[in-house]
């Protein structure tokens, strides 16, 4: 049982859950419980870790740097000296099928869903993974749709003026 005390409460985190990378970097190292003495070099090494693996994509997080938990522990158990201290905690799992059924459409796009179980669970947690991944799509570009609606009205006000500008006499046009 791990828990976030200055950011909120997170007991027991799920795989969906999510964590931010300062919080990702204590979880793991209180769970290689290095002695005293190293602690500070031991985060100071793990949250270079986790901080290259964000930049460079070997972990993946959204807008807000929030890492999905079970994506963190999946990196990390890809360590060989993190990979027994992280063994207790659920991951995701990293290969499985790829699988993404088409409900508008009514089709699989060719794709059929496995028949064995964990690879039907493995395609349905990757189905969810997505479905989280767009939905931060969607909102990021809702709010930049928000940004842009003065900026268009306006631009509507002043092509508005301008045509009646044209109307009104003026110099005529070169055509």
Do not use: C
Not at 26 to 50: G, S
Not at 115 to 122: E, I, L, Q, R, V
């Amino acid at each position: 049982p791990w828990a976030k005390k200055k950011l909120g409460t997170l007991v027991n985190p799920g795989p969906y859950d999510l964590v931010d990378a300062k919080a990702a970097v204590a979880f793991i190292v209180q769970q290689l419980d290095p002695p005293t003495a190293n602690r500070r070099r031991e985060d100071d090494v793990v949250r270079k870790r986790v901080m290259y693996a964000l930049d460079h994509g070997h972990l993946q997080s959204d807008s807000s740097r929030k890492i999905q938990f079970g994506a963190l522990i999946t990196w990390g158990r890809s360590k060989d000296e993190w990979r027994t201290a992280l063994a207790s905690f659920p991951s995701l799992n990293a290969g499985g099928a790829n699988v993404a059924l088409s409900p508008l459409k009514g089709s699989s796009g060719g794709r059929t869903v496995p028949a064995n179980p964990d690879a039907k669970d493995a395609a349905l947690r990757e189905a969810f993974l997505r479905i989280h991944e767009l939905e931060v799509v969607v909102s990021a570009q809702a709010s930049e749709l928000e940004r842009l609606r003065p900026i268009e009205a306006e631009d509507d006000r002043l092509r508005s003026i301008a045509s009646t500008a044209g109307k009104k006499g003026g110099r005529p046009s070169k055509r």
